[in-house]
């Protein structure tokens, strides 16, 4: 195999080790980055979010896999930056108050990243004037609210109309998700879009912005 299909292989498989060796053998041959990243990091994580929704992995596997991407991307990220590649989007992520579920969520997380977001974890129990808080403070293109309790989905509703309130509920898109959220529940509460699992996300997240789309520019961040 090659370099980045080493690479792809070893984000499948968990294996931090193998990914960083196969990053440290493509610097080292001349391989760029942004290859690395694209036909290896991300190539990987793409075809283990298509097995994990077709279950044919599952979460213990997902979090190895996604340990393994964010260690590389660790290493890539200063040759990234160096060459003037430009994330996707930036995305603020956090389960809401009184909700202290955070596997859901890291893997959503993970599987931005993938996407070729750049993500700020809030963590959990999060508030709405904290989720409100970050949309002022970052500036994401995408906030995503995650809820696994049945008695914690209100809360969405509020992080909402927090938003609203700042003033800036035009410069960003709303998504939600976990286990008691539907579709049906999204629309009302005024989300922009809602996702049944992990690799789903990725792709709303995507999907929402446009190819091309920020909703911020790098200057007003």
Not at 1 to 11: C, F, K, R, W, Y
Not at 17 to 38: C, H, N, P, R, Y
Not at 58 to 79: H, Q, T
Not at 188 to 197: F, K, S
Request: proline share 3%; aromatic share 4%.
């Amino acid at each position: 195999m090659s370099i980045v299909e080493n690479l792809s292989d070893a984000v499948q498989r968990g294996r931090v080790t193998d990914v960083l060796s196969a990053i440290d053998e493509g610097l080292s041959v001349g391989l760029s980055a942004q290859e690395m990243l694209d036909q290896g990091l991300l190539q990987g994580m793409s075809l283990l979010g298509a097995r994990f929704k077709n279950n044919e992995v599952f979460v213990p596997e997902v979090l190895l896999s996604a340990r393994a991407l964010n260690r590389g991307l660790d290493v890539l990220k200063p040759y990234l930056t160096e060459t003037g590649a430009e994330a996707r989007g930036l995305a603020v992520i956090g389960s809401v108050k009184g909700d202290l579920h955070d596997i859901g969520k890291n893997l959503v997380k993970m599987m931005l990243k993938s996407a070729g977001f750049e993500v700020v974890d809030l963590g959990v129990d999060v508030s709405d004037e904290q989720f409100a808080e970050a949309v002022r403070d970052y500036h994401p293109d995408i906030l995503c609210l995650s809820s696994l309790l049945t008695t914690t989905m209100a809360q969405m509703k509020l992080v909402i109309e927090a938003v609203v309130a700042t003033g800036l509920r035009d410069k960003v898109k709303i998504l939600v998700g976990g286990a008691p959220v539907t579709a049906t529940l999204a629309a009302a509460i005024g989300a922009d879009g809602y996702a049944p699992d992990a690799v789903s996300a990725a792709g709303l997240a995507t999907g929402v912005l446009g190819p091309n789309s920020k909703l911020w520019t790098e200057a007003a961040r």
